[in-house]
T-cell receptor, first 111, second 112 residues
């Protein structure tokens, strides 16, 4: 199974872009990259996902390198409510669709 | 639309006792997953149901854990007998076939 590696923590100033990196160098060709976040004691919340193309939605942008060995989640204008643990996840797509979680990055948005 | 609901939100039991966790997925979601995070570790996959069938139970730690999904609706995860190392947060998630998974708020299990 592929594994993801993320920095344990990051700080970002409110209103600035938060760029969260993830390494997934052993990802297979049919495995997706998903990003979730967990705010305090809630369950993980979906943010965005992609296979090989860059993706953007109302919450964030996902940039995946051409070799698919790494990706970056971008929160364009971070707010205090974006303070959370962000998980970069590889999703298996053969037989099952389980998520393989990394250890996550604790993002703190500073006023 | 109701999200994924888990019950109870917290449970404290003694070592050797039995505990049953319940998950109600989003209506219409055939896929149901159980995950858990034990202290200091990352969130780990336990098993995956498609309707009432177990698609993948490779993450179940041992035979003290039993998951069921009778009728393909809600699911239960029973731990019998509970051990100290079973303490952690148990998450349930549901999804449509290839859609993103929606997670419940989790059940915090403490075995003393």
């Amino acid at each position: 199974d592929a594994k993801t590696t993320q920095p344990p923590s990051m700080d970002c100033a409110e209103g600035r872009a938060a760029n969260l990196p993830c390494n997934h160098s052993t990802i297979s060709g049919n495995e997706y990259v998903y990003w979730y976040r967990q705010i305090h004691s809630q369950g993980p919340q979906y943010i965005i996902h992609g296979l090989k193309n860059n993706e953007t939605n109302e919450m964030a942008s996902l940039i995946i390198t051409e070799d698919r060995k790494s990706s970056t989640l971008i929160l364009p204008h971070a707010t205090l409510r974006d303070t959370a643990v962000y998980y970069c996840i590889v999703r298996v797509t053969s037989g099952t669709y389980k998520y393989i979680f990394g250890t996550g990055t604790r993002l703190k948005v500073l006023a | 639309e109701a999200g994924v609901t888990q019950f109870p939100s917290h449970s404290v039991i003694e070592k050797g006792q039995t505990v049953t966790l319940r998950c109600d997925p989003i209506s219409g979601h055939d896929n149901l997953y159980w995950y858990r995070r034990v202290m200091g570790k990352e969130i780990k996959f336990l098993l995956h149901f498609v309707k009432e069938s177990k698609q993948d139970e490779s993450g179940m730690p041992n035979n003290r854990f039993l998951a069921e999904r009778t009728g393909g609706t809600y699911s239960t995860l029973k731990v019998q007998p509970a051990e100290l190392e079973d303490s952690g947060v148990y998450f349930c998630a549901s999804s449509q076939v290839l859609g993103e998974a929606f997670f419940g708020q989790g059940t915090r299990l403490t075995v003393v």
